[in-house]
């Protein structure tokens, strides 16, 4: 089954109109709470705490991709340079994994694909997908 069976109401398993995308928000929301609570004692900024969660265009983003939605023409998002791709992929990644698929993140740089990966190792381990999320360049 793809994710997109999985998140559209029509062809879903699940029953009733909406039912599927309120499951998908459900489970994007215990992965970014259970993500912000893990770095609830590392994240300092400018001397100052700060509160890591994911911003209100990254869980759009991560909908848009994921399909979470009523159109299903194509499922194209941008964000631009500190706008959280790494957020986004790493908390889509893990709610791919979560759903049972083997999950891939490809990246340009070989830098950023294992910093991004480091960064998402201990969610990876909490949910118990690490075993289904790898990350590489695109040679790799």
Same mark, same amino acid.
Not at 14 to 27: D, I, K, N, W
Not at 34 to 51: A, F, M, P, R
């Given at each position: ?7 559209? #109401? ?6 009733? #109109?909406?039912?599927?995308?309120? +499951? ?8 970014? /709470? ?48 500190? +706008? ?34 480091? /960064?998402?190792? +201990? ?18």
């Amino acid at each position: 089954q793809s994710f997109q069976a999985f998140f559209d #109401p029509r062809r879903s398993p699940r029953t009733g #109109p909406g039912v599927a995308y309120l +499951e998908a928000a459900r489970l994007v929301a215990r992965v970014c /709470a259970l993500w912000t609570h893990q770095g609830l004692d590392c994240e300092i900024s400018g001397g100052k705490d700060y509160v890591r969660q994911p911003h209100g265009v990254q869980i759009l983003g991560l909908f848009r991709l994921l399909g979470v939605d009523e159109d299903t023409a194509g499922h194209v998002i941008q964000l631009n340079t500190g +706008e959280g791709k790494s957020v986004v992929l790493g908390i889509g990644a893990a709610v791919l994994a979560k759903l049972g698929f083997q999950v891939n993140v490809v990246c340009y740089s070989t830098y950023l694909s294992g910093r991004d990966h480091s /960064a998402f190792r +201990e969610l990876f381990k909490a949910l118990k997908v690490d075993r289904r999320v790898g990350y590489s360049d695109f040679l790799g």
